[in-house]
C-alpha cells in the first residue's frame, strides 16, 4: 500500500515537473518573441541613446550635432520614429550619398504607403519634434522597404521621420 502511494506521488511529482517545465519555456518564447525593442524620449531625462539614433538616420551623429530631439517607438511590431537634430549640411548630403535616398517628390507614386510627410499636421507645434517641411525643401525618402523613412533639411536642422502601421 505505501509502494503504491509513493510511486502515484512519484508520479504526480513528474507530471507538475513536466508541466512547469513547458510553461518556463513557453514563458521563454514568449517574453523573446515580444520584445521588439526599446522606448527612447528626449524628455525622458536619460542620456541619448546615440547608436539608436545612428542606426534610425544610417550614420552616426557627427560631433558638432546639436539641439538633438527624438521619439523612438520601437516595443511594438509598428514601430515609429521621429528625430530632427541641428547637424552641417554636408552631413545630410553624405547620409543621402550613403543611404541611396531618393526624391520623394519624384518617387511618392510609386509608393503603396505614404504619410505625405508636406501634410503633416502641427497642431501643437510647441511639443512637436517636427517641423513640416517647407513648399520648398527637398523631401528624401528610402526606397527598399515598405514603410520608408523620409528625411528632410531646412533651417539646420535633419528631420526623420517613419511611422509604420
Not at 515537473?17 to 523573446?32: D, K
Not at 544610417?58 to 537634430?85: C, H, Q, R
Not at 520623394?104 to 508636406?118: A, G, N, Q, T, V
Amino acid at each position: 500500500m505505501q509502494s503504491r502511494k509513493a510511486a502515484k506521488k512519484r508520479k504526480s511529482m513528474r507530471k507538475n515537473f513536466w508541466l512547469v517545465l513547458v510553461l518556463v519555456i513557453l514563458s521563454a518564447l514568449f517574453i523573446g518573441c515580444f520584445n521588439f525593442g526599446n522606448n527612447y524620449n528626449n524628455e525622458d531625462g536619460q542620456k541619448p541613446p546615440l547608436k539608436e539614433i545612428g542606426n534610425w538616420l544610417g550614420l552616426p551623429l557627427p560631433n558638432n550635432y546639436s539641439d538633438l530631439k527624438y521619439k523612438i517607438i520601437a516595443d511594438t511590431p509598428d514601430p515609429n520614429v521621429e528625430i530632427a537634430v541641428k547637424v552641417p549640411e554636408d552631413f545630410f548630403q553624405s547620409l543621402i550619398k550613403s543611404q541611396n535616398l531618393v526624391n520623394y517628390d519624384k518617387f511618392k507614386d510609386k509608393l503603396s504607403y505614404d504619410i505625405k510627410p508636406r501634410e503633416l499636421s502641427n497642431t501643437d507645434a510647441s511639443h512637436s519634434i517636427i517641423k513640416k517641411p517647407q513648399p520648398n525643401t527637398t523631401i528624401w525618402i528610402t526606397q527598399n522597404q515598405y514603410y520608408p523613412r523620409y528625411l528632410w533639411y531646412q533651417d539646420s536642422t535633419l528631420y526623420l521621420v517613419y511611422f509604420s502601421q
